[in-house]
C-alpha cells in the first residue's frame, strides 16, 4: 500500500498503474479519516468491483462552519493507515490544506435544490465545501467509481446532481449505512459520545424503525407526512438529552416537501439530533408501495 501526500505524486503513481494495465478500473473512497467499519465495507466493496482502490484522508475545511468542530475532529493516522491496508486499498492519499487550497480559492461548486433542506439549511455553505473537495479530488484522482455511505444520504443525492449535470465520467457506488448491533450507525463523531448520550443516541435508530412500521404497515394508506413526524419527534423527545436540530420526511432523492404520501413512491426520513456538544445524523429510505 502506498502513502501519498502530493498531487503531483498521486497523479504519476496512478499514471504508472494504469500504463502497467490497459482497462484498470479505479476505484475511489473519499473520507475525512477516523475509520470505521462503515469505511471498511466502502473500501472492501471498490477493492471487489476496481482493479486500483484509492482511499483519500482529508478533513476538508470548507466544509466545516465558523462554530463546527474542524479542530477537534477526530484523526488518527497510524489506525486509519492499518483500517485502509485490512480492507485492501492500495493507495492512501493525504493532500495537505496548503496544496489542496493554495490561496483564498476563488472558486466553488454549488448544487441547488438538494441542498435546500436539511444539513443544507442547519449548516450554511456545507454543501458547496463537499461539492467543491469532491470535484478536486475527482479531477485528482480520475476514478470510474466512487463509493459513498448512505449515512449521508442528502451528500449522496448531492454528488449524484453534481455528476449528472457537470458531466463527470465517475459513477456513484451508495452503500447502505452500518450499524452497531443496537442500532446506533457507525460515525467517526460517536467517539465524542459519553455513555449516557451514547445510550439515549438509540433513539435515532428506533425512531426510523418506527417510521418504517407507520408506513409499511396495514395504517401506511392513511397516514399522513406530519403524523409520521410528529410520531417521530415524540419519540426522539422521550430522550432527555436529545436536542432536534430536524426530523423530516421528504421524497428522495429530490429531497422536495411531500403533500400526500401518494405522489411519491420513495421518502425519506432524515435526523439530525444533538446529544450533548455532539450531533448526529441518521436517516432511512422507505419505498411507499
Ligand atoms: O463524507 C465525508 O466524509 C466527506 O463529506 C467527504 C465526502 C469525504 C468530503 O470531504
Redesign the pocket.
Given at each position: 500500500m502506498q502513502v501519498i501526500r502530493a498531487i503531483q505524486e498521486l497523479r504519476e503513481s496512478i499514471r504508472t498503474l494504469r500504463a502497467a494495465k490497459a482497462g484498470a478500473t479505479i476505484g475511489f473512497v473519499?473520507?475525512?479519516g477516523y475509520l470505521h467499519q462503515g469505511h471498511a465495507s466502502l473500501l472492501e466493496a471498490a477493492r471487489a468491483q476496481c482493479d486500483l482502490v484509492v482511499l483519500?484522508i482529508?478533513v476538508?475545511p470548507l466544509?466545516f462552519g465558523p462554530n463546527e468542530d474542524f479542530d477537534k475532529y477526530p484523526r488518527d493516522e497510524e489506525r486509519d493507515l492499518a483500517v485502509a491496508k485490512d480492507a485492501g486499498a492500495d493507495i492512501v492519499f493525504f493532500p495537505q490544506v496548503q496544496e489542496m487550497y493554495p490561496k483564498p480559492t476563488k472558486t466553488k461548486v454549488t448544487v441547488e435544490g438538494v441542498t435546500e433542506r436539511l444539513c443544507g439549511a442547519s449548516r450554511p455553505g456545507h454543501f458547496d465545501?463537499?461539492a467543491t473537495?469532491?470535484t478536486k479530488?475527482f479531477n485528482i484522482v480520475q476514478p470510474d467509481l466512487a463509493y459513498?455511505?448512505m449515512k449521508?444520504a442528502q451528500?449522496v443525492a448531492v454528488?449524484e446532481q453534481m455528476v449528472h449535470d457537470l458531466n463527470m465520467p465517475v459513477t456513484i457506488v451508495p452503500r447502505p449505512t452500518l450499524r452497531e448491533a443496537d442500532g446506533l450507525a457507525l460515525s467517526s463523531r460517536n467517539v465524542y459520545l459519553n455513555e449516557e448520550e451514547r445510550k439515549q443516541a438509540l433513539v435515532l435508530s428506533q425512531s426510523l424503525r418506527m417510521a418504517e412500521e407507520l408506513l409499511g404497515g396495514s395504517s401506511a394508506s392513511s397516514v399522513t407526512p406530519s403524523q409520521v413526524v410528529n410520531a417521530v419527534r415524540s419519540h426522539i423527545e422521550t430522550a432527555p438529552l436529545a436536542v432536534i436540530d430536524y426530523a423530516e420526511l421528504l421524497a428522495y432523492p429530490s429531497l422536495e416537501p411531500v403533500e400526500s404520501l401518494k405522489q411519491v413512491d420513495r421518502v425519506i426520513l432524515a435526523l439530525a439530533v444533538k446529544f450533548g456538544k455532539t450531533r448526529l445524523i441518521d436517516n432511512t429510505i422507505i419505498r411507499i408501495s
Open positions: 473519499p473520507t475525512m483519500s482529508f476538508n466544509q465545501g463537499v473537495v469532491v479530488l459513498f455511505g449521508d451528500q454528488i
